[in-house]
């Protein structure tokens, strides 16, 4: 089993950043794609972001590109999400997830081993 946390969550202000942090308790992690998810009131999961085993690629929903940035730190087993100019609209719960088989989705029923989330609220 691989245990992941998140971290960095929290309040800002329209237009600030935020910084999300997904722990894994192993290098076992590093062989998997990560995928970060979001979940909003009355709204179904949906994912935002991935970054394969190796950091080659990673891709990215249309609404966060140019925003959200997802990398890794496998020497860390580490996997981060900077986003930037937040939007009342990405106020969520996001989760990171890990992928064992294929580059990568965005389809939240295709991760294995989920992280319990972390708040992100953006208000004035």
């Known amino acids: 089993q691989l245990q992941l946390v998140e971290s960095g969550g929290g309040l800002v202000q329209p237009g600030g950043s935020l910084r999300l942090s997904c722990a894994a308790d192993?290098?076992?992690?590093?062989?998997?794609?990560i995928g970060w998810f979001r979940q909003a009131p009355g709204k179904e999961r949906e994912g935002i972001s991935w970054?394969?085993?190796?950091?080659?690629?990673?891709d990215y929903r249309d609404s966060v590109l140019g925003r959200f940035t997802i990398s890794r730190d496998n020497a860390k087993n580490m996997v981060y999400l900077q986003m930037n100019s937040l939007t009342p609209d990405d106020t969520a719960v996001y989760l990171c997830?890990?992928?064992?088989?294929?580059?990568?989705?965005?389809?939240?029923?295709?991760?294995?081993?989920w992280g319990q989330g972390t708040q992100v609220t953006v208000s004035s």
């Open positions: 997830a890990a992928y064992r088989h294929g580059l990568g989705s965005f389809r939240p029923t295709m991760y294995k081993y």
């Open positions: 192993s290098d076992e992690v590093n062989a998997y794609t």
């Open positions: 970054i394969d085993k190796t950091g080659a690629y990673t």
